[in-house]
């Protein structure tokens, strides 16, 4: 009897780097599960996919989509949690309401999401976790000021991946610097030292590569996929 076939779970999957990440692995030969607000129904018939509308900050979705796997395939072997962007302005001005709605969208999401695959991964000798994150988790910017959560994501994740690598459960953070999928701006552009954005694709190769068996003896890292533009060592 041949292997079952991997499963994995795409959230934020409707557009951008997600949409990118749920085609890289289809490529790869998963059975994909996806969520994004618009329910990203036509990627899911492109990549014969199952998919359903919800929000990463939103439990119950979360729950649902877990549920979801579990019901077409059972097993999940991967997870790429993408996410939306959080709320931006200026510092001191960013209202408490946004702050929380950030800890959900940034840092609550992966927790949630951890607690609901973790058995179900143990259960079955081990999976793969990658967290999307941003280089401005190490250099945080002005211009994303939420990003600063991320550093409590990246904080999370090392607890996580100590935590659970000997049951052969593995999470890594996934730092993009700017990618295509937004506006170019000429000032970003010029900061970077490859001299370009980078191609969503670029960063679903590495989301693929962090998820895969090639990465076996990664875990707890943050590795960050931004053209240099970053400077701490």
């Known amino acids: 009897m041949p292997p079952p076939r991997k499963t994995a779970i795409v959230t934020a999957a409707g557009r951008g780097i997600g949409a990118a990440v749920a085609r890289r692995l289809a490529a790869d030969g998963y059975f994909l ?18 998919a359903m509308a919800g929000s990463v900050a939103a439990p119950g979705d979360l729950e649902q989509l877990v549920a979801l796997a579990m019901q077409r395939s059972g097993r999940i072997d991967a997870v790429f ?4 962007h959080p709320p931006k302005g200026a510092l001191l001005s960013i209202r408490d309401a946004d702050w929380h709605l950030g800890v ?5 999401n992966v927790i949630r999401m951890a607690r609901l695959v973790t058995p179900i991964m143990h259960a079955q000798g ?6 999307l994150s941003s280089y401005a988790a190490f250099e945080p910017e002005h211009d994303f000021p ?3 959560l991320r550093a409590a994501l990246g904080a999370f994740t090392k607890l996580y991946a100590d935590e659970h690598a000997a049951q052969g459960i593995r999470m890594n953070g996934l730092l993009p610097g700017f990618v295509d999928s937004l506006p170019e701006k000429e000032a970003r552009r010029q900061r970077i030292p490859m001299g370009r954005y980078a191609r969503v694709e670029e960063i679903a190769n590495a989301a ?14 943050n590795l960050r996929v931004d053209g240099g533009i970053t400077r701490s060592v």
């Open 126 to 131: 081990g999976g793969s976790i990658v967290n």
């Open 146 to 148: 939420l990003s600063t």
């Open 104 to 108: 959900d969208m940034v840092l609550l």
């Open 208 to 221: 693929a590569f962090l998820l895969s068996d090639a990465a076996s003896y990664i875990t707890g890292q």
């Open 33 to 50: 599960v996806l969520m994004s607000p618009s329910g990203c129904g036509a990627l899911a018939l492109e990549l014969g996919a199952v």
């Open 81 to 84: 949690n993408g996410t939306g």
